[in-house]
Nanobody
Framework: QVRLVESGGGLVQAGGSLRLTCAASGDTNCISGTGWYRQAPGQERELVASAGNGGSTRYADSVRGRFTISRDYAKKSVYLEMSNLTPEDTGVYYC????????????WGQGTQVTVSS
């Protein structure tokens, strides 16, 4: 099993920045891919950014150029650097991690709230 714990959310004014951290523990050797989703009130969860082994990354069009995902394998952590935030970035951000050899496939963190005020 893999346990994921997010941190770094909070309240920020539009134009500001936040850095989210997701720390993994447990059977982390099975992880091949990781990333972040977010869910705004009344909306479906959407993929924000993902990072695979080997350094590949993907971003939602709405955040490309403003958000950066990175992994620290030694610290078993994944980060989401968010800049030039807008109220549309408000939501609960969820970290995920998984791989084909993970017992449960994909694991999720508990979520961290990001609120951007105008």
């Amino acid at each position: 099993q893999v346990r994921l714990v997010e941190s770094g959310g909070g309240l920020v004014q539009a134009g500001g920045s936040l850095r989210l951290t997701c720390a993994a523990s447990g059977d982390t050797n099975c992880i091949s891919g990781t990333g972040w989703y977010r869910q705004a009130p009344g909306q479906e969860r959407e993929l924000v950014a993902s990072a695979g082994n080997g350094g590949s990354t993907r971003y939602a069009d709405s955040v490309r150029g403003r958000f950066t995902i990175s992994r620290d394998y030694a610290k078993k952590s994944v980060y989401l650097e968010m800049s030039n935030l807008t109220p549309e970035d408000t939501g609960v951000y969820y970290c995920y991690a998984g791989g084909s050899s993970c017992a449960s496939g994909r694991y999720w963190g508990q979520g961290t709230q990001v609120t951007v005020s105008s």
